[in-house]
């Protein structure tokens, strides 16, 4: 059986274990992959979407032609991970918070850059998505 289209990418730090979680809720998602930030497809993406590569979570839907970042990625990923309206609004609040606790107790020392929103897709970004997906990892994990 073919794998199905790839119509969305994860964006994450794959050395920050709150990131590798949202990965691991994108499971429930056939169609959808996950890149680490530093991944040079993701990097050029970012620079594409943004003119420079932000350090954020990021979700990225080809069919929707838009980009989710930071505190509004975590709440995309909840909704369609099919999470509850209250674990949605708790990571939606807290993000920072999380981010932070996250960053303190890993080691991390780089900050978090300030995007929350959700952006429309550009032109030149759209161009490099099938590059970007090519290089992720399916989240999928079909049942038993």
Do not use: K
């Not at 119509?7 to 996950?34: I, K």
Request: with cysteine; glycine share 4%; charged share 25%.
């Amino acid at each position: 059986m073919p794998e199905p289209q790839v119509t969305g990418v994860l964006l994450y730090d794959g050395d920050c274990p709150f990131c590798s979680a949202a990965s691991t809720a994108m499971r429930r998602l056939e169609d959808v992959v996950a890149v680490p930030w530093d991944d040079p497809a993701a990097q050029a993406f970012l620079e594409a979407q943004f003119g420079e590569a932000p350090f954020a979570l990021f979700y990225v839907d080809i069919a929707a032609e838009t980009v989710w970042a930071g505190r509004a990625a975590a709440s995309e990923l909840c909704d369609r991970a099919g999470m509850p309206v209250l674990v949605r609004d708790i990571v939606d609040e807290n993000y920072e918070r999380f981010a932070d606790a996250v960053r303190s107790v890993s080691g991390v020392d780089r900050d978090i850059d300030p995007y929350h929103d959700a952006y429309p897709l550009v032109d030149d970004a759209a161009a490099l998505f099938d590059e970007l997906a090519a290089n992720g990892e399916r989240t999928h994990v079909p049942s038993t």
